[in-house]
T-cell receptor, first 112, second 113 residues
Framework: DAGVIQSPRHEVTEMGQEVTLRCKPISGHNSLFWYRQTMMRGLELLIYFNNNVPIDDSGMPEDRFSAKMPNASFSTLKIQPSEPRDSAVYFC??????????FGSGTRLTVV | GDSVTQMEGPVTLSEEAFLTINCTYTATGYPSLFWYVQYPGEGLQLLLKATKADDKGSNKGFEATYRKETTSFHLEKGSVQVSDSAVYFCALSSPNTGNQFYFGTGTSLTVIP
């Protein structure tokens, strides 16, 4: 299995631009999670899906952030418009009920 | 609510020293407990886990025992190597919260030759 695949690995964008981060979970996993990691705040859960349905989005910082999971093999996290304070590493993780998370390698986002 | 508290870092050790990273938890029910490791520039990787009281998880020389009486899951290694330098996260998952994990803040370990 190729693991959880995230793209792009690095993204540099200008303030105000739309950014879309992508995630392909492990086949057969029924839950998907988006995390943000910064030095100041550590690892923060943004949103998670069970069976493609958003369960808890209370960690999404504000309306500029949105996430979708149109099918079991793909999810996106969108930031529109982006701001410099959104600069962070964004991780996607997937799991099957009762097992540990598998994390992707992350997308390092820099907003200038 | 469910939570995990782990010792503050950073931790700096000499090669072959003994390592302990403390982790305590608060949870309703009977959670599963995990240690994850994050190497520089990478995502978090599962290091070991324990699913019930008195279980011992082990991997790559690291061990942790699920202690219900002290609500702890301390990570230990008898002899660390430079390659163990990373950030270590304690985490729990409870049946009461579905698949959601609760992570500690992470402990940075640097091993010097």
């Amino acid at each position: 299995d190729a693991g959880v695949i995230q793209s792009p690995r690095h993204e540099v964008t200008e303030m105000g631009q739309e950014v879309t981060l992508r995630c392909k979970p492990i086949s057969g996993h029924n839950s998907l999670f988006w995390y943000r990691q910064t030095m100041m705040r550590g690892l923060e859960l943004l949103i998670y899906f069970n069976n493609n349905v958003p369960i808890d989005d209370s960690g999404m910082p504000e309306d500029r952030f949105s996430a979708k999971m149109p099918n079991a093999s793909f999810s996106t996290l969108k930031i529109q418009p982006s701001e410099p304070r959104d600069s962070a590493v964004y991780f996607c993780a997937s799991t099957l009920t009762g097992y540990g998370y598998t994390f992707g390698s992350g997308t390092r986002l820099t907003v200038v | 609510g469910d939570s995990v508290t782990q010792m503050e870092g950073p931790v700096t050790l000499s090669e072959e020293a003994f390592l302990t990273i403390n982790c305590t938890y608060t949870a309703t029910g009977y959670p599963s407990l995990f240690w994850y490791v994050q190497y520089p520039g990478e995502g978090l990787q599962l290091l070991l886990k324990a699913t019930k009281a008195d279980d011992k998880g082990s991997n790559k020389g690291f061990e942790a025992t699920y202690r219900k009486e002290t609500t702890s899951f301390h990570l230990e290694k008898g002899s660390v190597q430079v390659s163990d330098s990373a950030v270590y996260f304690c985490a729990l998952s409870s049946p009461n919260t579905g698949n959601q994990f609760y992570f500690g803040t992470g402990t940075s370990l640097t091993v010097i030759p």
